[in-house]
């Protein structure tokens, strides 16, 4: 785990001296399990600086809510770093405007999983490197770390930052991990009867709520598709043509920005499984066009690159 002290000294330091205007991190929330996005604007306000693999948001989601020419500071990890850099690829903010605070990830614990081992009425959650010891109201339980892992990042590659400012913690080792491309081949290798089944049944216990929306930092569009009344993309309702439809638009949409964060499954109230869509889509671009979304803050993706030299004029 990183150094939150030295975390604390940095973010305090940026806002001292003025560097930046407001801070990007975590707060204790009302249960141990849910650490809460926080806007630290000055350096007393990062006494209540928290780090842990309990904070489940990607904080890239919010520098959308902020002006586009605030200066900002935020902690990092590997796939929060890469979705910066989609977001200043997509202009949605100024590299110059950031600075960030880059810790390498060993992965964010899923509460659902915890709650699983331990009940609803948990105390308090201490990790180690390799164990996790969860106390609730029923008693202690010690888990190795690796079962509590939100699923995302059991595929995870890219655990540091890949362009933080100041890196904070040793480098964790890069994998090229098969999980995911095996995720993938797993799904593709059903019958198109059974892909659907598994779509259908995930789909249709959607509830419209749109949280999965909220918590993403690429689904930043002042209105979103399915707000649209006059002309009408989809069915509004919570039926299953309109659940249906939601879920393939958003997947296609994601399409060569998603960093597979799994922000999206983690916020969702259903449960619902979303990451194999996008997951899919991430092994075609990257089997079609070597592409991996935030690697860096200039290689637009494939779907982003059409000009009007391109030979194919579809688009005029």
Same mark, same amino acid.
């Not at 989601?61 to 977001?87: D, F, Q, W």
């Not at 600075?99 to 009940?119: F, H, S, T």
């Not at 889509?281 to 066009?289: A, T, V």
């Given at each position: 785990?990183?150094?939150?002290?030295?975390i604390k000294s940095e973010a305090?330091?940026?806002?001292?001296?003025? #560097?930046?205007?407001? #801070?990007?991190?975590?707060?204790?929330?009302? @249960?141990?399990?849910?650490? $809460?996005?926080?806007?630290?604007? @000055?350096?007393?306000?990062?006494?209540?600086?928290? *780090?842990?693999?309990?904070?489940?948001?990607?904080?890239?989601? +919010?520098? @959308?809510?902020?002006?586009?020419?605030?200066?900002?500071?935020?902690v990092v990890r590997g796939c929060?770093?890469?979705?910066?850099?989609? %977001?200043?690829?997509?202009?949605?903010?100024?590299?110059?405007?950031? *600075?960030?605070?880059?810790?390498?990830?060993?992965?964010?614990?899923?509460? &659902?999983?915890?709650?699983?081992?331990?009940?609803?009425?948990?105390?308090?959650?201490?990790?180690?490197?390799?164990?996790?010891?969860?106390? !609730?109201?029923?008693? +202690? *339980? %010690?888990?190795?770390?690796?079962? %509590?892992?939100?699923?995302?990042?059991?595929?995870?590659?890219?655990?540091?930052?890949?362009?933080?400012?100041?890196?904070?913690?040793?480098?964790?080792?890069?994998?090229?991990?098969?999980?995911?491309?095996?995720?993938?081949?797993?799904?593709?290798?059903?019958?198109?009867?059974?892909?659907?089944?598994?779509?259908?049944?995930?789909?249709?216990?959607?509830? &419209?709520? *749109?949280?999965?929306?909220?918590?993403?930092?690429?689904?930043?569009?002042?209105?979103?598709?399915?707000?649209?009344?006059?002309?009408?993309?989809?069915? !509004?309702?919570? @039926?299953?043509?309109?659940?249906?439809?939601?879920?393939?638009?958003?997947?296609?949409? $994601?399409?060569? &920005?998603?960093?597979?964060?799994?922000?999206?499954?983690?916020?969702?109230? #259903?449960?619902?499984? #979303?990451?194999? %869509?996008?997951?899919?889509?991430?092994?075609?671009m990257k089997e079609k066009y070597?592409?991996?979304?935030?690697?860096?803050? $200039?290689?637009?993706?494939?779907?982003?690159?059409?000009?009007?030299?391109?030979?194919?004029?579809?688009?005029?």
């Amino acid at each position: 785990m990183p150094d939150i002290e030295a975390i604390k000294s940095e973010a305090k330091r940026l806002l001292s001296e003025g #560097m930046v205007e407001v #801070m990007l991190a975590f707060k204790a929330g009302e @249960t141990p399990l849910h650490p $809460q996005p926080a806007f630290f604007r @000055t350096p007393d306000d990062v006494d209540e600086l928290v *780090y842990s693999s309990l904070n489940q948001n990607n904080l890239a989601t +919010y520098l @959308t809510r902020l002006p586009k020419e605030s200066k900002v500071s935020m902690v990092v990890r590997g796939c929060e770093n890469r979705s910066v850099n989609a %977001l200043v690829v997509e202009k949605q903010k100024s590299r110059d405007n950031l *600075y960030l605070i880059g810790v390498p990830c060993e992965g964010i614990l899923d509460w &659902r999983k915890i709650v699983a081992k331990a009940g609803e009425a948990v105390k308090s959650v201490n990790e180690s490197e390799q164990e996790v010891m969860v106390e !609730s109201r029923s008693g +202690y *339980y %010690l888990v190795e770390r690796k079962e %509590l892992l939100h699923d995302s990042c059991m595929r995870c590659s890219h655990p540091n930052p890949v362009s933080a400012d100041i890196l904070i913690g040793e480098p964790l080792a890069e994998s090229d991990s098969n999980l995911a491309r095996e995720a993938v081949e797993e799904f593709e290798a059903l019958s198109v009867k059974e892909r659907y089944a598994w779509f259908r049944k995930e789909a249709e216990r959607c509830i &419209r709520c *749109y949280a999965c929306r909220e918590a993403c930092p690429m689904c930043y569009c002042t209105e979103c598709f399915v707000d649209h009344i006059e002309p009408r993309w989809t069915e !509004s309702g919570a @039926t299953p043509a309109g659940m249906q439809a939601w879920h393939i638009v958003r997947a296609f949409h $994601q399409t060569g &920005r998603c960093t597979s964060c799994g922000a999206c499954e983690r916020a969702c109230p #259903m449960d619902i499984k #979303m990451t194999y %869509l996008t997951e899919k889509l991430n092994h075609d671009m990257k089997e079609k066009y070597n592409f991996e979304t935030g690697l860096d803050a $200039q290689t637009k993706p494939p779907f982003a690159t059409v000009t009007l030299d391109d030979k194919n004029r579809f688009m005029v």
